[in-house]
T-cell receptor, first 111, second 114 residues
Framework: QQQVKQSPQSLIVQKGGISIINCAYE??????FPWYQQFPGKGPALLIA?????SEKKEGRFTISFNKSAKQFSLHIMDSQPGDSATYFC??????????FGQGTELSVKP | EAGVAQSPRYKIIEKRQSVAFWCNPI?????LYWYQQILGQGPKLLIQ????????DSQLPKDRFSAERLKGVDSTLKIQPAKLEDSAVYLC???FGTGPYEQYFGPGTRLTVT
């Protein structure tokens, strides 16, 4: 059984602060490690992703840190904004294309 | 570029009734996925198609759920008969292939079974 554990379940951050969400996985057969963002009433949308041969990737205010030996990867949102308030999912991908979603983290950024 | 289209957006049915959802993927995308998202949880894959063939349906409750992909393009997901625990959002996604390609999700169909 492929397991993905995400934490925290919910997060409240002040505007301008740093949001950090963690994901731990058990299966070593994943070949791609994305984070998805979902707003109410919408489908998930890819935010940022990393390949397992890279330890860190930054795109604007969003950074993924990947620790292959610990089987963990995390999402950092710098200078968090109220518009970042959404639910975030880690969803490592199997070689067959299947995404295994975590339970989700509900982020609220207070102005 | 048009995104993944799904219809209907909302559906309310009574238990034991049947329901069908429709998905039109992004043009040129060979891989199509149906996910079930129960309130407060992450999406769970129900079935994956590559063109018009099934790649993975290991988590599809085959006694009540069925899906097909017509001519490798549009897809329908059917539930018959529905149970209360089928209440969820059904998401369709598509991608260029099964490699490290982005999966694009539609807006979903919210099903309520009463």
């Amino acid at each position: 059984q492929q397991q993905v554990k995400q934490s925290p379940q919910s997060l409240i951050v002040q505007k301008g602060g740093i949001s950090i969400i963690n994901c731990a996985y058990e299966n070593t057969a994943f070949d791609y490690f994305p984070w998805y963002q979902q707003f109410p009433g919408k489908g998930p949308a890819l935010l940022i992703a990393i390949r397992p041969d890279v330890s860190e990737k930054k795109e604007g205010r969003f950074t993924i840190s990947f620790n292959k030996s610990a089987k963990q990867f995390s999402l950092h949102i710098m200078d968090s904004q109220p518009g970042d308030s959404a639910t975030y999912f880690c969803a490592p991908k199997t070689q067959g294309g299947k995404l295994i979603f975590g339970q989700g983290t509900e982020l609220s950024v207070k102005p | 570029e048009a995104g993944v289209a799904q219809s209907p957006r909302y559906k309310i049915i009574e238990k034991r009734q049947s329901v069908a959802f429709w998905c039109n993927p992004i043009s040129g995308h060979a891989t199509l996925y149906w996910y079930q998202q129960i309130l407060g949880q992450g999406p769970k894959l129900l079935i994956q198609f590559q063109n018009n063939g099934v790649v993975d349906d290991s988590q599809l409750p085959k006694d009540r759920f069925s899906a097909e992909r017509l001519k490798g393009v549009d897809s329908t997901l059917k539930i018959q008969p529905a149970k209360l625990e089928d209440s969820a959002v059904y998401l369709c996604a598509s991608s260029f292939g099964t490699g490290p390609y982005e999966q694009y999700f539609g807006p979903g169909t919210r099903l309520t079974v009463t």
